[in-house]
């Protein structure tokens, strides 16, 4: 199979983790943990877009997340799946229906509780990388901390530095966004997410502007990230692939789900 | 504020030095040309001012009686005798102020008087050879008259006591010795309308800095201003030195209230000037002002284009977790940096503006007669140059803040904006 060659994929230095496979499906299946009780579900959720012509983009989802798992979303453009996704990670509002994040209904939440639960609970991961340009790569990654104020700045400096080396990104520390590959670009940007110690990570496409081989990095980083860190990830993609690495694939159409699946009832 | 906010909006600052620093210019220039104008308008009038209020008196007690009494017919009741008179004849009595010298001592009594004195004002015209010129004759009692309007201090040439010394003495002022082509010593013929004709020798020539007094005016002693001016023993004025000049329109109501007599302040005196200057700096607060506002429009500008460019990045801010008011902080704090460096480098540029034009050799003569650019620095510039320049910088970064703090992160997410 042929698959273009990255030439912005870091070459590991000394201590560093070896190259991963190259292809999705060429990575050996682990056992997923178990799945804690449930952190985050959706109630008769509907959302309409648009202020004079509105337009229904999600109809009346169900959905109950358990903690350390690690979700797909996948569907068609215009199914709802951002939407859905923005609505879970408290970034916008639902028209009706209920969103639950351990126990407290967070859809009723002010702009600065939103913000406050996002700084505090949840990480974002994009499909473009949306780092910072003025800040270098630690930094980008230490300002959620700094932000959230539970950290001293040369705490969040140590802790940012861990998570950046154990994602391989140790030597471009002081760098600059822009001078790091597309793929180093993205793994920074799950840096951030994960600095914080959030409970959720949230990721829109997060593969959609990389090459397959540091696709597949991107997803390995997540698995281990679900594995070792018992962190629940929700992760919208187009590429069915990556989706089924997940523990659990929801498919979507139309703004209902119509299909859930779980790998480990497979 | 957070200190991230601040570390964050410190460094987008120093990330944009080019668009900052056009914004910082802006304010700059308005802060210098603030003090700059200020300086240079404020160092004429306050260079007139103080001449002004050094060489003439606070308070001047004129002849003119305010409530004169009525003639005596008009004071019979109407019904018994005729009062109108047709070509009634003007008294013949010259306006004087009757005791002159007990209001002189009654005056120095009062609290924040420096000094007072009586003299005699008129026209008159000096000759030499065939030269004429009219001049403003004071009749005054030198020593008395020093503590009032100090002419000692300017007396360049000659001396201000030789005044006392003989009765045809005389001190006047540099312009009218110009205008005359009279030296220190020399004799010169002076008469007015109804007196006689005196030879009066130039004892001292005297330079207030002011040409409409140095051109005009000569001293004498009061006897010899009464008789020249044929009015013997007539006191016209009584002069009034205060600690306070600001208090001279407060003591003119009170001595005009209780003498009867009219008075004139030293603002009423130079209203015209004072309204002048006042109209001038209202002109200049228009113009400094506008100047300020264009800085303003700048950072208004160059704010707007970066939240515009920065949507993105206060999406991403947003999602991580800052809230609506850091972001607005963020953007007023860097509106509020932008306008105390531009006012600070205003203000040190205003500084060595001032100084460096006070050094120029340039001659002037009109009000004030000078050979330096005439400047003045009053700290009360800086102060309204800082505070003007921080009041515009945060009110023109309060319209991209507010702008940049609605940013709805899924708004930039979905692609609807940034």
């Keep these: 199979m042929n698959r273009p060659s990255d030439s912005s994929v870091p070459v590991p230095l000394p201590g560093e983790r070896p190259p991963p496979s190259s292809h999705p499906m060429d990575h050996p299946r682990l056992p997923w943990p178990e799945p804690g009780r449930v952190v985050l579900s959706v109630e008769g959720l509907t959302r309409e877009l648009g202020t004079v012509v509105k337009t229904p983009v999600l109809l009346g989802i169900d959905l109950a997340i358990r903690g350390r798992e690690f979700v797909s979303l996948t569907g068609l453009s215009g199914s709802g799946k951002s939407t859905l996704l923005y609505l879970l990670g408290a970034l916008d509002r639902p028209t009706s229906g209920r969103v639950i994040f351990e126990g407290a209904d967070i859809s009723e939440l002010d702009d600065d509780e939103r913000a406050e639960l996002r700084a505090s609970a949840f990480g974002f991961v994009f499909q473009f990388h949306f780092l910072l340009p003025e800040f270098s790569v630690l930094e980008n990654v230490m300002i959620p901390m700094l932000r959230r104020g539970k950290r001293s700045r040369g705490d969040a400096e140590d802790k940012a530095a861990q998570v950046l080396h154990t994602i391989g990104l140790g030597p471009f520390l002081e760098r600059r966004p822009s001078e790091l590959s597309g793929g180093q670009q993205q793994r920074v940007s799950i840096a951030r997410a994960v600095a914080n110690d959030p409970k959720v990570i949230f990721a829109d496409e997060p593969t959609g502007n990389l090459d397959s081989k540091n696709g597949v990095i991107v997803m390995e980083t997540f698995e281990r990230l679900v594995r070792e860190d018992g962190i629940t990830i929700v992760m919208v993609t187009h590429e069915r692939s990556f989706a089924l690495r997940a523990s659990r694939q929801i498919v979507m159409s139309d703004g209902l789900i119509v299909e859930d699946l779980d790998q480990r009832n497979v | ?418």
């Excluded at chain 2, 001592?105 to 008087?113: C, L, T, Y």
């Excluded at chain 2, 800095?209 to 000569?218: F, G, M, S, V």
């Excluded at chain 2, 005009?256 to 002109?283: C, H, P, T, V």
């Design chain 2, 1 to 418: 504020m957070n200190r991230t906010v601040l570390f964050v909006a410190l460094r987008q600052l120093w990330e944009r030095k080019l668009l900052n620093g056009i914004a910082v210019l802006g304010v700059t220039l308005g802060v210098l040309t603030l003090i700059g104008i200020n300086g240079i308008m404020q160092g004429f009038q306050q260079k007139f001012l103080i001449n002004i209020i050094k060489v003439s008196p606070h308070v001047t007690i004129k002849d003119k009686q305010l409530r004169p009494r009525p003639s005596i017919l008009a004071r019979f009741d109407p019904g018994f005798v005729v009062t109108r008179v047709s070509h009634e004849t003007p008294s013949d009595r010259q306006l004087r102020i009757n005791r002159p010298y007990e209001i002189v001592r009654g005056v120095e009594a009062i609290e924040g008087v420096v000094g007072a004195a009586a003299s005699l004002a008129g026209s008159a015209v000096l000759a030499v050879g065939a030269k004429q010129y009219p001049v403003d004759l004071r009749g005054i009692d030198p020593p008395r008259q020093d503590r009032v309007t100090p002419i000692s201090q300017f007396v360049s040439q000659g001396s201000y006591r030789a005044l006392s010394s003989s009765a045809d003495a005389m001190i006047m002022g540099v312009g009218v010795a110009k205008e005359l082509g009279v030296k220190l010593g020399d004799v010169v013929r002076c008469g007015a309308a109804l007196g006689p004709t005196m030879s009066l020798k130039v004892v001292g020539i005297f330079d207030a800095a002011l040409p409409p007094i140095d051109n005009r005016r000569i001293y004498v002693t009061t006897r010899t201003a009464q008789i020249l001016l044929g009015k013997p023993d007539i006191i016209g004025q009584i002069e009034i030195r205060l600690r306070d000049p600001e208090r001279a329109s407060e003591l003119r109501e009170k001595l005009e209230r209780s003498l009867g007599y009219d008075a004139e302040s030293w603002q009423e005196a130079n209203a015209n000037f004072l309204a002048l200057f006042k109209q001038q700096n209202m002109i200049i607060g228009f113009v400094v002002g506008a100047i300020l506002a264009v800085g303003g429009f700048g950072i208004l500008a160059i704010q707007i284009m970066i939240v515009m460019q920065k949507t993105r990045d206060i999406a991403i801010l947003r999602s991580i977790g800052f809230h609506r008011r850091d972001i607005l902080s963020a953007f007023l704090l860097q509106g509020a940096i932008i306008a105390s460096i531009g006012a600070a480098i205003g203000s040190v540029g205003g500084h060595y503006l001032v100084t460096f034009l006070g050094t120029l050799k340039i001659k002037q003569e009109g009000l004030v007669r000078s050979e330096t650019f005439m400047v003045y620095e009053d700290p009360v510039f800086y102060f309204y140059g800082v505070g003007f320049a921080l009041f515009v910088g945060l009110l023109a970064s309060l319209i991209p803040a507010l702008r940049a703090s609605r940013v709805e992160p899924v708004d930039v997410l979905r692609g609807q904006i940034g």
